[in-house]
């Protein structure tokens, strides 16, 4: 009787415990299980959209910036044409200061002594020891401007500040 009631009872009371032990804790299981994983999947889709979403963003702002950088290249091409044309005319001021200047002291060689029929090379002394070995140049000094008629082979050296001629060959 004693197993009867050990092999009738038992069984059938562990069973139960056994059900209820085994059996909740893996629906308790499963439950915590798809909670976490649904968690995950939410987590992955929340990243997927946000990191869309940035990437849009980066897309709008560089075709922003292409945009901003045309227009820029527009405007530096604008600018440099200018720079161009203020150069050119730049260049004409200075050929016409240079024309006159040195149309300026031909006259005013001119008026001391006779001069060849031809333009001369004009220069100005700026390193009066790179000429101290020619006798052409010994009385020169910086400031000075030299007259060289190649035609003719004259050179003349006039000095602006005294209005007279230095040397002459």
Request: net charge positive; glycine share 4%; no cysteine.
């Amino acid at each position: 009787m004693a197993s009867s009631i050990h092999s009738n009872n038992q069984p059938s009371i562990m069973n139960r415990d056994l059900d209820s032990i085994i059996v909740l804790p893996e629906r308790k299981g499963k439950k915590i299980f798809l909670v976490i994983l649904s968690m995950i999947f939410s987590g992955l889709i929340a990243g997927v959209i946000v990191y869309t979403w940035q990437i849009q963003e980066i897309r709008l702002v560089s075709a922003d910036y292409q945009t901003q950088l045309a227009n820029s290249n527009d405007e530096k091409k604008s600018l440099l044409k200018q720079i161009a044309i203020l150069e050119a005319q730049l260049g004409a001021v200075k050929l016409l200061a240079k024309t006159s200047e040195q149309a300026e002291i031909i006259s005013k060689v001119a008026s001391l002594t006779a001069l060849p029929a031809e333009v001369p090379i004009i220069s100005t002394v700026t390193d009066i020891n790179k000429f101290s070995s020619q006798a052409l140049y010994k009385n020169s000094i910086n400031g000075d401007k030299i007259l060289f008629f190649a035609k003719s082979g004259i050179t003349i050296i006039f000095r602006p500040s005294t209005g007279s001629i230095v040397a002459k060959s």
